[in-house]
T-cell receptor
Framework: GNSVTQMEGPVTLSEEAFLTINCTYTATGYPSLFWYVQYPGEGLQLLLKATKADDKGSNKGFEATYRKETTSFHLEKGSVQVSDSAVYFCALSNTGGFKTIFGAGTRLFVKA | ETGVTQSPTHLIKTRGQQVTLRCSSQSGHNTVSWYQQALGQGPQFIFQYYREEENGRGNFPPRFSGLQFPNYSSELNVNALELDDSALYLC??????????????FGEGSWLTVV
């Protein structure tokens, strides 16, 4: 079945450091891929998405590229801020929009 | 702001009781999904409703049931509550179409504690 695996956290970085959170997936067909962010005490917010191979999703300085050959969708940001501290979830949804499958989440702490 | 609202935000129930959680979809969205997020884990799909009918279900027992109303709002009902049902319950709405995977928009969730 479909599944998402993302790197375990927590990840602790200093402000302005480079961020990479790895995500790989297993899926039949051609899923859409997503990154969601969850700030403390809140629900999930869509951060970015990509719907086909080689697409790059980007938002708020975060980027991720849909790599079909490596079945990956790694999240990157060139310079993190304290306000980026949150839990990040990689997710996929198969063609047709049926249920979204989430990874276990990666907690990011950014120190000033 | 996603336009998806859930109520109540927090509640405490006793084991064996029943609970109803409510969700109002984003305007124009015809599909609603419910997810359970246990502490420290990713959301797990419970079920999805489209046009007032269940359109798919995850690995949850029948005591988890739902409804979708003509205005696309929804309820999640859980009977015979167990301690392991303690979690954040997330509602998500989307617009069902024939294209690629839909983006879903989450509410802020209902925190359920079973004691």
């Amino acid at each position: 079945g479909n599944s998402v695996t993302q790197m375990e956290g927590p990840v602790t970085l200093s402000e302005e450091a480079f961020l990479t959170i790895n995500c790989t997936y297993t899926a039949t067909g051609y899923p859409s891929l997503f990154w969601y962010v969850q700030y403390p005490g809140e629900g999930l917010q869509l951060l970015l998405k990509a719907t086909k191979a080689d697409d790059k999703g980007s938002n708020k300085g975060f980027e991720a590229t849909y790599r079909k050959e490596t079945t990956s969708f790694h999240l990157e940001k060139g310079s993190v801020q304290v306000s980026d501290s949150a839990v990040y979830f990689c997710a996929l949804s198969n063609t047709g929009g049926f249920k979204t499958i989430f990874g276990a989440g990666t907690r990011l702490f950014v120190k000033a | 702001e996603t336009g998806v609202t859930q109520s109540p935000t927090h509640l405490i129930k006793t084991r064996g009781q029943q609970v109803t959680l409510r969700c109002s979809s984003q305007s124009g969205h015809n599909t609603v999904s419910w997810y359970q997020q246990a502490l420290g884990q990713g959301p797990q799909f419970i079920f999805q409703y489209y046009r007032e009918e269940e359109n798919g279900r995850g690995n949850f027992p029948p005591r988890f049931s739902g409804l979708q109303f003509p205005n696309y709002s929804s309820e999640l009902n859980v009977n015979a509550l167990e301690l392991d049902d303690s979690a954040l319950y997330l509602c998500a709405s989307s617009l069902k179409d024939s294209g690629k995977g839909n983006t879903i928009y989450f509410g802020e969730g209902s925190w359920l504690t079973v004691v």
